[in-house]
């Protein structure tokens, strides 16, 4: 009797495009919760099942084949189609319990986070959310590399065929600075910056740029707390956004929030996700974070910071 021939496996598709996006059979095996040995082994069961080798792989080196090439859009299709069936299924309660993977920004987390996810377990009771945070940048690769299903971020992601958007939030720019510091007086204190590596830094710096204003260099954060403790320690100021004011504890109590002192601008929070991977869910998961900012946040940003005059704006 003929041996049959090697079964297909959603979890062998699964394995091959964890393993090429890491361009390691370690890292996918890590990435994946897997030993090595497993990943290799699916990756050969694979391959038998298409009979055609994918992926030249040794201690040295790890490529493509050009069936290999061929192959992967196919099984990043499939990937996405079955996250958007299972995504369909738990929103109309027929499925077993789905993880959804999120990373999402400093900003979000002593705020809204927390009741938005609220918000999506009683909505959806069969799902569970994994949430990490990080930079805008950082959150836009973990959602390439599949490593996150859902991003949060902000002025990262041009326009692109693999990802669905649905923006969330105008967030202005404001000027911050130490309590006792009149607006008027800041160019004669120090000035603390965001880190040059991340975007929000590297968009205030433009800005500063083009209205001729070029503070000395000096501090560099890449976290809202540390900038606001410094700058409040200074005597300084700085240039933050009303979105990261108020989502940062006692941010209030170390620096006063004032308008700018150059030409107003703005960056758009949203949320992000492959394109049709997870059906419907996404655009109800914006749409439960727009009511968490509103409720948290934007329905008394004007009385609490008067300047803004509605520029703290829910988007859709």
């Known amino acids: 009797m003929d041996n049959p021939d090697p ?18 059979v370690t890292r996918a095996a890590h990435r994946m919760g897997m030993a090595p040995s497993s990943v290799s082994q699916q990756l050969s ?16 080196h790890f490529r493509l084949t050009r069936a290999g090439e061929v ?12 996250s958007a069936a299972k995504a369909q299924l738990v929103m109309a309660d027929q499925a077993p319990p789905m993880t959804v993977r999120v990373a999402s920004i400093e900003e979000l987390d002593a705020t809204v986070s927390a009741p938005w996810l609220l918000r999506l377990k009683v909505r959806f009771p069969n799902i569970s959310v994994t949430l990490s945070s990080g930079a805008s940048h950082e959150n ?38 130490a309590p006792d510091l009149a607006a008027d007086a800041i160019l004669s204190r120090p000035f603390v910056r965001y880190s040059g590596d991340l975007q929000i830094g590297r968009q205030i710096e433009a800005q500063l740029r083009r209205s001729g204003v070029v503070p000395v260099r000096g ?17 300084g100021w700085a240039i933050t956004t009303a979105l990261a004011f108020f989502g940062t504890p006692l941010a209030g109590d170390l620096v006063r929030a004032h308008a700018l002192p150059v030409p107003a601008f703005a960056r758009v929070l949203a949320l992000h996700t492959r394109a049709g991977a997870l059906g419907e869910l996404p655009a109800q998961m914006a749409e439960d974070m727009r009511g968490c900012l509103t409720d948290r946040i934007v329905r008394d940003a004007d009385t609490r910071v008067p300047f803004l005059d509605g520029g703290l704006q829910i988007l859709r």
């Open 140 to 177: 836009h690769d973990a959602l390439s590399s599949r490593a996150v299903d859902v991003m949060m971020a902000v002025d990262t992601v041009a326009q692109a065929d693999w990802v669905d958007q649905h923006p969330i939030l105008r967030d202005p720019f404001i000027l911050v600075t």
């Open 7 to 24: 079964p297909f496996t959603f979890r062998a598709a699964q394995v091959f495009v964890a393993a090429v996006e890491a361009a390691s």
């Open 45 to 60: 069961t694979l391959e038998a099942a298409l009979g055609a080798k994918l992926i030249e792989r040794s201690a040295r």
């Open 219 to 235: 501090f560099e954060f890449s976290t809202n707390q540390a900038l606001f403790a410094m700058t409040a320690e200074l005597g």
């Open 71 to 82: 192959f992967l859009p196919a099984a990043k299709a499939l990937l996405d189609d079955v």
